[in-house]
């Protein structure tokens, strides 16, 4: 016969000079290890102080194993296992589900900076060097809600990295928001890779003289890339050479004989292992007016109960030394694991 057993009616029994206040760290450490060393190291303490015969000793130190495990399990969940599952279940209101196959990369650099009336919390991070998802916190001291639009709140920017031109947007996650404390969600877009730059997260002036800068060291390195064949445009002015493929967007450098007209890319298609394709970007989805230099945009979603398509932002810009880079952002977390092949322009490259 099985036996529940509630875990917070075991920890009543420990002995309270026992117990550990331990600061979180900024990397969840929720190994077997870490709680193994925690539970026994505690156990020596307690064992130690027991008196009595060998017998009545031995049974307490068997009892004290169970108890002080399940102790360590509920310590160390609480201090850093929350963090974990919070980043996960934040990005999850974001990309749904497909955010688990990228939760190892999760960060949670929980840096913050207040003043009398507001604390700026940057709560996690996700980026792949190009595109970088942030959870904000934004707590009220008064304890009054902040009541604007986040759009009218924030401002971030990449700082001390190749960051030619980038785009930014902002949004509430009102599921984990509450009366004081706001959630947001701030995404930043580059055309170059900024996975050593840091980003600078500030409150406009006008709100609170607030700001936060991080590091994006650790990003997502989960990249697939292709070269392709660039003899089968001999004969065009524009030309692919590379695509690149990560869980959160797809990067497109092509180069050009001669800048005209609109940003000009190759018609790129993913294909996955269980056979489906979908568009990822044409040259439909930037404009086509003379001499552009840099553009974006977005595809317009389906019908109600239709799957959003998985790009639901382009963006795109001509070098002075004749490249073009063109990108598109991801709805949904792409696992790369599943993915076969990358179509250019009609021709398959399969990915390895």
């Avoid at 292709?226 to 001999?234: C, R, S």
């Avoid at 298609?269 to 044409?282: A, H, R, T």
């Avoid at 004749?322 to 009609?346: H, M, P």
């Amino acid at each position: 016969m099985k036996m529940k057993i509630r875990v917070s009616h075991m920890c009543a029994f420990l002995q309270e000079r026992f117990y550990e206040t331990v600061e979180p760290k900024s990397q969840p450490d929720i190994s077997s290890r870490r709680i193994r060393e925690l539970a026994f190291s505690k156990l020596r303490q307690q064992s130690a102080n027991v008196g009595g015969n060998t017998q009545n000793k031995e049974k307490h130190m068997k009892t004290s194993i169970k108890v002080l495990l399940i102790a360590a399990i509920v310590f160390a969940m609480s201090v850093t296992a929350f963090a974990a599952l919070g980043g996960l279940e934040y990005f999850k209101a974001i990309f749904g589900d497909s955010a688990g196959a990228v939760e190892d990369y999760i960060q949670f650099p929980a840096a913050s900076t207040e003043n009398e009336s507001y604390r700026l919390t940057v709560e996690s991070l996700l980026s792949d060097g190009f595109k970088t998802d942030l959870i904000v916190s934004l707590t009220a001291k008064d304890g009054k809600a902040p009541g604007h639009d986040p759009e009218d709140m924030f401002s971030t920017r990449f700082t001390g990295g190749d960051a030619s031109l980038s785009s930014s947007s902002y949004q509430e996650l009102y599921d984990f928001s509450v009366k004081s404390k706001k959630y947001y969600h701030l995404e930043l877009t580059s055309l170059s890779n900024s996975a050593s730059a840091e980003v600078t997260v500030a409150l406009k002036e006008e709100l609170a003289p607030l700001s936060v800068t991080i590091p994006t060291d650790g990003t997502l390195t989960a990249r697939k890339q292709i070269q392709v064949k660039t003899e089968d445009y001999a004969e065009q002015n524009y030309y692919p050479e590379t695509v690149q493929l990560s869980p959160m967007g797809v990067l497109v450098i092509g180069s050009e004989k001669e800048a005209k007209g609109g940003l000009p890319t190759a018609q790129i298609f993913v294909k996955m292992k269980d056979g489906k394709s979908e568009e990822l970007i044409s040259e439909a989805s930037f404009d086509d007016s003379e001499e552009t230099v840099s553009g974006g945009g977005g595809v317009v979603l389906g019908a109600e109960g239709e799957t959003a398509p998985l790009v639901t932002g382009t963006m795109g810009e001509r070098n002075p030394d004749g490249k073009v880079v063109t990108t598109g952002t991801f709805s949904r977390i792409l696992n790369l694991d599943e993915v076969q092949a990358i179509i250019v322009d009609g021709v398959e490259y399969s990915l390895k």
